[in-house]
């Protein structure tokens, strides 16, 4: 019997989300066999190692590792950069935390590298991977509501300055605003289902862009703070396949909802839920139908916070030679297109982008629990 061979694999930043992550890739994934962690806090990391069984490391000693193939960078935005192009001179094959930096320039530095390298490099976010995004690509290219003649995406939430220092790190910083933080989401998920945008425009600024912190179980609670990094964008979107689309994302409404898409076809719409998360109710509503029609799911990989897929996809592509889903190409044509409308807001102008990307394989439709679906990574 074929033994799988699997990818020792480093975690560097062990805040918050890293608990999910290594769930995931030390519990669940089979491919990854994580041997370490590494964080600028040391406390954080060594509960991590304790917590996971792993090594406690510190980046150096992660670089340096021979048998380390796959860094999986949780650091914050501004670190992104820093942390990614090191382990990539480092031979390593990196995934990243949305987005991929702080400046376009960066993420173009980044791509070009990990090509100069021979490297696989991707990108979070990889909930587009999941149960409900497939499945709703599933019924798109099914013909299920005809062809699709424009997408629209809504993000609302309330972003308060609260007292978790991972919080203020991630989000409150440069390059972690919410259509930085967010946008990908929705992006990758546009993409995933309709192939690369050729043009966009739109607006975007800063809310409240001088505040006080509002918590007061933030130690710093009443203090002024100037936020960093636009918090509203509202973009128009032309794709190559000739379907449009809007997004607006904004982190300013204490209401705090909905998250949703709406695809509008020929003969139906599509609704699906929060691309943030991996799954969530898909409808369809037809003209003769009172109530949208809930579609079952298509695709495994709903029934738990499967962050780390893109990881599990990433080491099988390694495995096959064949292209990452979640692969740097995607992640580039997103944070451009973010970087894109923030422009437009002070040009005026329309932009054809620069980087475009590749429609990613579909995930293959599957009965198999989420455990054995594991298995569809590596033969497709």
Not at 4 to 19: D, N, P, Q, R
Not at 152 to 177: E, V, W
């Amino acid at each position: 019997m074929a033994k799988l061979e699997t990818f020792k694999t480093a975690v560097i930043g062990c805040g918050v989300i890293s608990e999910l992550y290594l769930k995931n890739i030390c519990n669940f994934f089979m491919i990854t066999d994580v041997v370490g962690c590494s964080d600028i806090i040391p406390e954080r990391s060594k509960k991590r190692a304790e917590q996971f069984n792993i090594k406690q490391m510190t980046n150096e000693e992660i670089y340096r590792d021979p048998e380390i193939k796959i860094v999986v960078n949780l650091t914050d935005p501004p670190s992104h950069y820093e942390v990614t192009k090191a382990a990539l001179n480092a031979g390593k094959h990196v995934y990243c935390e949305k987005m991929m930096a702080v400046t376009l320039a960066e993420g173009e530095e980044l791509r070009a590298l990990a090509r100069q390298k021979k490297l696989a490099y991707t990108n979070a976010p990889d909930a587009f991977l999941g149960q409900g995004m497939q499945t709703a690509r599933w019924v798109i290219d099914s013909g299920m509501i005809g062809t699709v003649v424009a997408v629209n995406g809504i993000c609302q939430r309330g972003y308060l300055l609260d007292s978790s220092d991972d919080q203020i790190r991630m989000i409150h910083r440069p390059g972690g605003g919410i259509p930085f933080d967010m946008g990908g989401y929705y992006l990758h998920a546009f993409i995933d289902w309709f192939g690369p945008i050729e043009k966009v425009t739109g607006f975007a600024k800063t809310v409240n862009e001088h505040r006080k912190f509002l918590n007061p179980h933030n130690p710093l609670y009443g203090d002024d703070y100037t936020e960093p990094s636009i918090n509203t964008i509202a973009a128009s979107l032309q794709f190559k396949s000739g379907v449009l689309g809007s997004l607006t994302i904004t982190s300013e409404s204490l209401f705090g909802g909905p998250q949703k898409i709406e695809v509008i076809g020929t003969t139906g719409t599509l609704y699906a839920h929060d691309p943030n998360n991996f799954t969530g109710p898909i409808a369809v509503k037809k003209r003769n139908n009172p109530e949208p029609l809930i579609i079952p799911f298509t695709h495994a990989f709903g029934d738990q916070i499967f962050r780390g897929i893109g990881v599990a996809d990433m080491a099988y592509a390694i495995r096959n030679n064949r292209k990452p889903r979640a692969d740097a190409d995607l992640g580039l044509h997103a944070f451009e297109i973010i970087h894109k409308v923030w422009e437009s807001t002070s040009t005026g102008q329309t932009y054809t982008l620069k980087h475009p990307a590749d429609r990613p394989q579909a995930m293959p439709p599957t009965g198999l629990s989420s455990q054995c679906a594991e298995g569809t990574l590596d033969h497709c």
